[in-house]
């Protein structure tokens, strides 16, 4: 196949921590996708595909609910998450500019989400319900208001400039 896998020897070791932990209980979808995800950083799909025949549960079931939550991601994360709401009041202060800056300096694709070295995800959500101080960008969990772009591009440097004291 030559295609990286996630279940190595060191996945399966922790596939197989979650399916003893949780044993061949079919009601355990959601708890099963969270520790997926936590172990791996996303819920690959080989590793679905292990615990839906561990468990005699079509794959169907468990891509239903992950799919249904938003909480579940099916590829790998950055280790910088950067999120920028697209509601109206964002929208209408330039929110897709900052969006299309962020996606330009990163490099990262039409249609990707994710740097190529994979220290960052750019996401759009629909509101982030701070709309008195659009436009809104979360970076890592902190939140930003009335960002512009000169100033979200100096936090992203600050970012590219931890990367390199961190590792």
């Known amino acids: 196949m030559g295609r990286h896998t996630v279940l190595d020897a060191e996945g399966r070791k922790r596939l ?8 061949t209980e079919q009601g ?3 708890p099963i996708l969270q520790e997926l995800q936590e172990a791996f950083g996303y819920v690959p799909q080989e590793a679905v595909r292990e615990v839906a025949q561990a468990l ?8 239903g609910v992950a799919t249904f939550y938003a909480q579940f991601y099916f590829s790998p994360r950055g280790r910088h998450i950067i999120t920028a709401c697209s509601g109206t009041a964002c929208h209408v202060k ?15 694709p039409e249609g990707q989400d994710t740097s190529s ?19 809104v960008v979360i970076i890592d969990k902190e939140v930003k208001g009335k960002v512009s772009l000169q100033g979200l591009l100096r936090e992203l440097k600050k970012l590219k400039g931890a990367k390199g004291k961190d590792g």
């Not at 005699?56 to 891509?63: A, D, K, L």
């Not at 330039?94 to 990262?108: F, T």
């Open 28 to 30: 355990n979808v959601i």
């Open 56 to 63: 005699q549960v079509p794959e169907s079931r468990f891509f």
């Open 16 to 23: 197989q921590g979650i399916l003893q932990r949780w044993g």
């Open 94 to 108: 330039g929110s897709e500019r900052l969006v299309a800056a962020l996606m330009r300096e990163l490099h990262i």
């Open 117 to 135: 070295d994979g220290e960052f995800t750019v996401q759009k959500v629909n509101c982030v319900g701070a709309c008195s101080i659009a436009p």
